[in-house]
Structure formats: C-alpha cells, structure tokens
C-alpha cells in the first residue's frame, strides 16, 4: 500500500520548535519531489515548502524559520520548525509527486499521495 504517514504536531508555544516527519511505505521518497502543505481554518491549503530535482524552495513566510530534510534510510522527509509563531498554526501535510522535478512545487496541484496531516498549534 503506497501511502505517507505524519507525526510531529502538537501544542508549542510561541518562540518554539517542532519537527514534524512523512514516513513513506510503498514507494522510494528519494525519487519524489515532495512538499510540505499547511491549511489554516478558512484558509486555503498553501505550499510552504517542497523538494525537487534537489532544489529546496520555501514560502517567504517561512524562509530563515523551517528547514526541510530527508532521511532516506528511512524513507522519511522531515520539516524542522523553529521560531514558531500563532500564525503557523494549521494542519500539516506532506505530499509526494512521482514526477523527481517538477516546476512549481510549492503549488497543490499535480501531487500523487498526501497524508493524513497533523495538527500544530502555537498558542501561550
């Protein structure tokens, strides 16, 4: 079954960090571009940050704040979220295109297999 599984999110409070993982079964993330989305209630769902063909790109809000990583022994991208602030609260997801490059990552469309998302609250 070719699925991607978040964890990670939780409650922090302003200032701080959460690292959030997609761990991939049934497929070879190496090979994927892949993005980490985020929806906000009433809001759009909006790229923040994706790989491909090995260029890094993030959304300006989060720019110098989150870092994405991969771990390909264990088929697993990672979203290091630092300096938190209430305004990143959302739900988190990851996603992956078959295509390895892809222009645009940042956009929704065009992604194969989403997870499930996980919560992030930034809240004092």
């Known amino acids: 079954q070719l699925q991607l599984v978040e964890s990670g999110g939780g409650l922090v409070q302003p200032g701080g960090s959460l690292r959030l993982s997609c761990a991939a079964s049934g497929f070879i993330l190496d090979y994927y571009t892949i993005g980490w989305f985020r929806q906000a209630p009433g809001k759009e769902r909006e790229g923040i940050s994706c790989?491909?063909?090995?260029?890094?790109n993030y959304v300006d809000s989060v720019k110098g704040r989150f870092t994405i990583s991969r771990d390909n022994a264990k088929n697993t991208v990672y979203l290091q979220m630092n300096s938190l602030k209430p305004e990143d609260t959302a739900v988190y997801y990851c996603a992956a295109d078959r295509r390895p490059w892809r222009l645009n990552c940042l956009g929704t469309n065009g992604y194969d297999y989403w997870g499930q998302g996980t919560q992030v609250t930034v809240s004092s």
């Open positions: 790989r491909s063909g090995g260029i890094t």
